[in-house]
């Protein structure tokens, strides 16, 4: 097996990535920009997006980083329109564009046509957290995407298994349909509880941080598979478990928790960069078998069923956002809040992304009676242009339109005036508890290495404070900002010494690496003192 083609593809995708942190654009928008036009560079290798590769490999982590980093509580809280967008919106989307697209595009079959729907209905995890991340959307619309986004692709991937059967010829009902469903979902959450509590309580009993973090790489894996093995979503398993064990990870090691946040942000920024360029470098291939529909007719058809898909989420948003509301008093008074701006801005996040091309070349090339499946090849080209259609015109205009209609973003101040709050409440009840200790004769210290740990409590609660308080007028840095380049400088001129020291042969390497190794952790506590 040749590696170049995978090494050039994950470092030109993670240097683009780089890039796009320095430029207006997001990175899923112009990670698919360069795929598109590297597709047709000479030279450039032909990358083949393999479902058997994606769904079980690539879309575990993804989902695991994701659930990791949202909130548990949050999600709770907006269970109502999180599960109306995530299963009620795909069905909804898979049953109306299918039917749509059956009736816009001849000789597409109904089963085809719906295999189509259920194909484009999920907007993608990955695009909808990085982009509303970008643009600073209000913290509810950001919790709702993340949680439609985290749930909808075990709705479609349902949805696609049923319509694949009816397409195939393998037969499918109503009935079937709802029982798969029911299994899926039902079965994947049920996976996910089992393997929850003992995967924690593995995580919070290991000793040794490597063992942790290995592990922790090998949970969305293993709920995942373990889901699949039965018939359930592997999808809801590993969300399930993430989302437990993001919401106790303050039950683990530290050091554990340092090293698994280092890893999984590198894996995070490793997959999500290469399956964007993935999206672009697929045009060759999809194109490829389009011989049977001129580029005028696959063209339109094109346009129609990315205009479909849009109005679509629309045409769901509002009555499932005031519907409720209109219902019961209750909701009403709980979102008082809401107003038609919210519904917008969820209506237009909806990008499709990676698992939608996934799925779509799973699609099989012959029917159970060994003919061709009808028309698989303009499915397959319908997503990829919906896929890019949303990402490009949707992602690029969203920034736009949260400016326009002049949504209220995270209030900064107060958000940090409620975190000084919390920190002083906890910093009294460390001191409460280093007095209790401290009254026991077993404990006794030093006074300089008592004062400095007085000293520690007390930075750590004044830090905050600070950040509300004026800049320096000479440096315009604030005194977090000082703090924080005093200290580095400190420990560079410590860390010196040490390689100093080892250069001259005072010191063998091993103790070089041990005083360097609490150097950085000294710095790295004194910047997330800061930075958090």
Known sequence: MDVLPLVGLIAGSAAVAGAARRTPVSAPLLLVAVGLGASYVPGVPHYTLDPHIVLPLVLPPLLHTAALESSYLD???NVRPVALLSVGYVLFATVTVGWLAYELIPDLPLTAALVLGAVVAPPDAVAATAIARRVGLPARITT?????????????????KVALAAAVGAGASWAGGIREFLVASVGGVGVGLVLMVPLHWLRTHLREAVLQNTLSLLIPFVAYAAAEQVGASGVLAVVTVALYLGHRSWQVDFETRLQEAAVWKVVAFILESTVFALIGLQLPVV?????EYTVGESLGYALAVFVLVVLMRFVWSYPATYLPLCLSSRIRERERD????????????????????????SIPLVLDDGSPFPSRSLVLFLT????????VVQGLSLPWLIKILKLPGRDAKAETLVEAQAQTLASQAAEARIDELMADRRNCLPQP???????????????????????????????????RRLTREAIAAEREVFVRMRDERRIDDEMMRTLLRKLDLEEAAASREVDE
């Open 75 to 77: 999600l709770r809280a």
């Open 144 to 160: 709702i995407l993340q949680g439609e986004s985290l749930v909808n692709d075990a709705t479609a991937i349902t949805a696609y």
């Open 287 to 291: 194109l490829k078998n389009l011989g």
């Open 338 to 361: 809401t107003d038609w701006r919210r519904p917008l801005i969820v209506s237009w996040a909806g990008m499709r992304g990676v698992v939608s091309l996934a799925i779509a070349f």
């Open 384 to 391: 990829f242009t919906t896929v890019i259609g949303t990402l």
């Open 449 to 483: 290495l008592e004062d400095r740990l007085r000293t520690v409590l007390e930075r750590r609660r004044n830090s905050v404070w600070e950040r509300l308080g004026q800049t320096n007028p000479i440096t315009g840095e604030s005194a977090d900002d000082t703090y």
